[in-house]
């Protein structure tokens, strides 16, 4: 984090400069804005986020409800979810309040007394290490908090319009803010009044039953039938010994799916009720809190859950649908038009809760699309840009409906009717890198490059995120996860793993030259009155021990002169963490390789050092002031 | 941290639910308060920060600035101190805001060329290990924000009351409130006038020119002559390469202490001006900045240091003093009448900054006599509790002033001066414990037992700081710091380490039965409506895998009632970690160990599991309700 630097700050340094539109923001919402977002949920609210790092945007977010969500229903929070909260800024406060999982139990039938429920297995959460984050549980209203915080504390001072609800869109292509959107008072004094905002782009993050996803022509397709659960958090007086562990029970009367909590005390527990057959909804949605209780207690026999307190419960119905695409261009129209209007989130994709997916595939929908945005409406990109947003995000939606298929239809198999008996857990130790959000992987695109140089550097494979690793700080010694250090300011990474012969420290200089001072060089697009690192952040890693690097003779794209003093920024330049060294840890060859990273942390390109011209030529798309080498 | 036990709590969870005297707290400040702080620096605001923490006992703490702190002087943060923060639960934050020090570099004149300096050593910060937490810089002002943070969001919602001066004291002994605070406002609208406000005891945290101290009739003894640093906090452009790491500097012109600061760019230097002869003050004190830049050019050529903004700067001129007690209670008087005022921080010590001490001594100070003042006015421990906290301070005041003398005048000698060439990097690596703070080690008292019983836990010195370790916590299997589980809560500590032999569960039993129910047991003073463990938080650790301890065979008191619905507290039983066993690491005999600690993390007293007795005999003249075997 760096402050300070345009003279002394003296409160809290996570509150950014207030700038461009965030000077003398309107309180109500305007007529004209550049991106309207419907749904202050945790996919509208992880792109109003990230738009809000931009100065020069105006962006707005409304939901129907009159105020901040008291309560919501995910709770489940994959590691991918926590590292990108680290960009966010508020990874480590979200996991001191969590409750963090470690190990998952299986209960079945005792075999010498099946009426009874015996523990007869323990799995760890995340053996192999996909990941330094952890996998936790919290409540989606404080996900959201943390996100409207990141928002207030931007330099744009973003803060959702409540009591708004979405009616209808219209398109007029060639307008400059084409999306005109129709919206309805929800709450406050002049609820039922309508009002038109125009917009140049608009994203519907407005849930499983998404108005906007209708107003574009998009249907959900999949199953017909729902599944149900009763689900509840409850606070309870309990013999069983496992209450703070997550656990997959499973005997005769059924299945739970039990979810310890937040705060010491409270649970959530999912009490399967089986597939609701066509006329049979209204019955399902009947079953009582009392019911579910009961169910619990026999399925859970010989221990009791004697409930003292339900903060919620719900008869939660869902079947596994998908969209077939994430904006409004319809197949006819790819290539031809750009979207003007996106969805994402449970407006795409809906599955069962169990796998604790939803919510953390929703923030990546959005993650992948805000600095899209942001970087088509700020001139850097062509639109062209956002057509990868639903090109990427649908086959991933896909990909989870799958998985969760699977694991839900496991989850409700009774015992005795599975193919071998360790299948359950097997699965989830199997698997674990697609729960934990580490399996996306993007295919070749104009924002991914080809694998043709993968094999500099294995450990960070193109299309994924960018597996973070430790590293030391030269100028102070600090010892680092290099991934840590790229919050989500929408800035592209590039990474420059430094040779060791003889020559490196001229090769270094080489690209330096050429990337302050080619034409064709991305960081050349940069417009002059910014600072040289504004759009490209470009970080230099040594191979050597830190006390080995002469941090004077760097060059100068890793030791860039910023703001108002234009002093230098030393905090670019690595070397190996001599305890874990990264060239060995990601199989980085020592001749010296480019990996450049998005803004939303995938690994966009792996390359040769010397491979400038290939590096233009990858970036020659993604911007407007460049034409392909 | 434990929430949502009394039902769901949608918000913030750290924002403890307000109780006792925060509800319809008045904004202005009253007549009658029970504990009167005078000053809003470290010492003063961790005592309220601390007090806070006590639903019945109102305090105010007040300052003759206007407001909040802008830029404070002192910016060393040793590690015992962000162990401090971890317990009031800002030391992820402040950490991630400060810079941290790994290691500090020595600069000395190039043997073969003189008149430039090079680089002669590294030493790495903390090379020993003494504890899990870093050594921080960052801004004062800061770390009094979070002070304050943390009162608003106790149970007694407690905010400085600013502009009002003290002027005056008086202690009429027998009085409900005996001590009568005369104070001037000092700013606002009522500058000048002047009212009393009455407590029963009050703290003078008011710096080193402190009322409250002469009010007292304590004077400050030591050094005539005073030191004088030129000190600024400046953005410069420079070559020096070490300009991010801590440095002494040292050369013929004169020596140099480097402080890097927060943000990245940010940096202090102490210059040395030299001894102030008697006379010669003023010519001192009229340095003015340019000279103080000057100065510095010329210590560290051939490296050049462009000033471009100075964020603050003076000429710091302090002695070595010291009073000799630390509160109201002349020496005649000791043991006949219990004190009624006290002082902290800079009003009983002053010395210089370069070993970055003061403010963390100062907290210190603070955090020793907080829970003290608590537990009387609680009507949990008797007054004679309150004469330890001048008779355990004074001693580490002294023990202050003596380092801190050796370390500025070893850093003011020449570097042809010294004995031997490596002298002061050789001081600064053997004395390593001693600025980190962990050095403090209280003689035994009515709140240290002896250390008859030392030997069965070595690694929990009893005197000096709780030194934590991991654990396993079963009912979670998450792997936490033992020391970090205990907060700034006002409770003791007493933790169980289990025995494993064949009756270990049923010695274990004993001691939890003892516990509850023996009139000579601590626990059985907590009043009936408050929860078992208000007062006591008592804990056990076993040897095992946390697999195999049976969490429904543990005792009682290791698994507490709490809350409205009367909800068993699991989050109290550990096992060892697999990878660090504490019993290794700490010496703990394998028969079974009760370690006591303070509320202030300090060890009280280490015996054997079957020493009730001697557990008792330790607590009855700390208790009001107790009396001894």
């Keep these: 984090m760096q402050f300070h630097h345009n003279g002394y700050v003296s409160g809290d340094p996570t509150i950014q400069p207030v700038a461009g539109v965030g000077i003398n923001r309107p309180e109500e919402l305007p007529d004209v804005v550049d991106v309207l977002i419907v749904g202050t949920g945790p996919a509208g609210m992880i792109t109003a986020a990230q738009l809000s790092q931009f100065p020069g945007i105006t962006t707005r977010i409304v939901d129907r409800r009159a105020g901040r969500l008291e309560i919501g229903q995910a709770d489940g929070i994959q590691a991918r979810s926590v590292e990108t909260f680290q960009a966010f800024g508020f990874a480590d ?10 190990e998952m139990a299986f209960w079945k039938p005792d075999p010498s007394n099946p009426s009874n429920i015996i523990r007869t297995a323990r799995a760890i959460d995340d053996a192999t290490g996909v990941s330094e984050f952890p996998h ?5 209203a404080r996900v959201l908090d943390y996100f409207a915080e990141v928002m207030a504390h931007s330099p744009t001072r973003m803060t959702p ?11 007029s292509d060639g307008d400059d803010y084409p999306v005109a959107v129709t919206l309805v008072r929800s709450a406050g004094e002049h609820v039922g009044e309508s009002r038109i905002v125009r917009a140049k782009y608009v994203l519907g993050a407005d849930g499983a039953r998404s108005k906007v996803r209708d107003a574009i022509g998009c249907t959900l397709a999949g199953d017909q039938a729902n599944h149900a659960w009763g689900v509840m958090d409850v606070l309870a007086d309990t013999d069983f010994p496992d209450i703070r562990t997550k656990c997959a029970i499973q005997s005769s009367p059924g299945s739970i799916l039990l979810i310890p909590r937040e705060g010491g005390h409270l649970f959530r527990m999912y009490v399967d009720l089986g597939e609701v057959q066509a006329g049979a909804e209204t019955s399902v949605r009947s079953t009582s809190i009392d019911q579910v209780i009961e169910k619990a207690n026999e399925i859970m026999h010989p221990y009791r859950v004697d409930v003292k307190n339900v903060a919620w419960n719900s008869v939660y119905e869902v079947g596994h649908r998908l969209t077939s695409r994430f904006d409004d261009v319809r197949v006819e129209d790819q290539g031809i038009r750009s979207p003007r209007v996106f969805i994402a989130g449970d407006a795409c994709h809906t599955h069962s809760a169990k796998a604790g997916q939803g919510m953390n595939v929703s923030m990546q929908d959005g993650f992948n699309l805000g600095w899209k945005i942001g970087h088509v409406l700020e001139g850097r990109s062509p639109e062209s840009l956002l057509a990868t947003y ?20 496991l989850m409700a198999t009774k015992p005795e009717d599975l193919a ?13 890198e ?6 996306t ?9 080809d694998r043709s140089h993968q094999s500099l550097a294995d450990g960070f494979p193109v299309g994924k995120r960018f597996k973070s690793a430790t590293v030391r700080r030269v100028c102070d010694g600090n010892d680092l996860h290099l991934g840590h250090q790229a919050t989500a300011d929408g800035r592209w990474r590039i990474y420059v793993f430094a040779p060791t012969d003889t020559d490196g420290i001229a090769r270094l200089r080489t690209f330096s030259d050429w990337m302050l001072e080619s034409p064709a060089s991305p960081v050349t697009a940069t417009p002059a009155t910014a600072d040289v690192d504004d759009w490209f952040d470009v970080k230099v890693i040594f191979q050597q021990d830190h006390t080995q690097v002469d941090i004077a003779a760097v060059p100068r794209i890793f030791r860039p002169r910023v703001g108002e003093f234009q002093l230098v920024d030393l905090e670019k330049v690595y070397a190996a963490d001599p305890y874990n060294d990264i060239f060995a840890a990601r199989g980085i060859d020592r001749d010296g390789v480019v990996v450049v990273v998005r803004p939303d942390q995938y690994v966009a390109a792996v390359m040769p050092l010397s491979a400038t011209n290939e590096l233009g030529d990858f970036f020659a798309p993604l911007s407007t002031a460049l034409t392909l080498h």
Tied chains: 1, 2.
């Design 93 to 102: 406060r979200i996991t001191a309040e969590a409750y963090r999982i470690t």
């Design 136 to 140: 936790l549980l919290v409540n989606q």
């Design 161 to 171: 319009d409540y009591g708004w609800e979405f009616d209808s869109l219209e398109v």
């Design 390 to 409: 639903s090109a990427e995000r649908q086959v991933i939606a896909k990909n989870l409906i799958d998985f969760d298929k699977e694991w839900s239809s």
């Design 420 to 432: 071998d008996p360790t299948e359950l857990e097997d699965f989830y130790v199997r698997t674990a």
């Design 434 to 439: 697609f729960p934990a959000g580490f399996m």
């Design 441 to 449: 992987e993007y295919a070749p695109s104009i924002v991914v490059a």
